[in-house]
């Protein structure tokens, strides 16, 4: 971060907030990864593992989004993110 930071300054750009997410892990408490065989995500159920990832934050999506489009969803996400619910 202090190296995007100072390139942002360089370049007489606005320096974004930054925050940091939970990262998933396994029964062993090591975080999913190839390295640890986590399987991969699901192509064909984009939709389904972005409600899954806003109910892991703590964003607390309406149950009838479960049923929508991934860009419902993400159209969601953007207007009700709330940091400050993501337990650390």
Request: proline content about 10%; hydrophobic content about 40%; overall charge positive.
């Amino acid at each position: 971060t202090p190296r995007q930071i100072q390139l942002q300054r360089l370049l007489r750009l606005a320096t974004p907030d930054y925050m940091h997410l939970p990262v998933v892990v396994n029964a062993d408490g090591e975080k999913l990864s190839k390295q640890t065989l986590a399987p991969p995500l699901n192509k064909n159920k984009v939709a389904e593992t972005l409600y899954d990832a806003l109910i892991f934050l703590q964003q607390h999506p309406p149950a009838k989004l479960r049923f929508c489009t991934s860009q419902e969803i993400l159209d969601w996400a953007v207007t009700h993110w709330r940091p400050a619910l993501i337990l650390p």
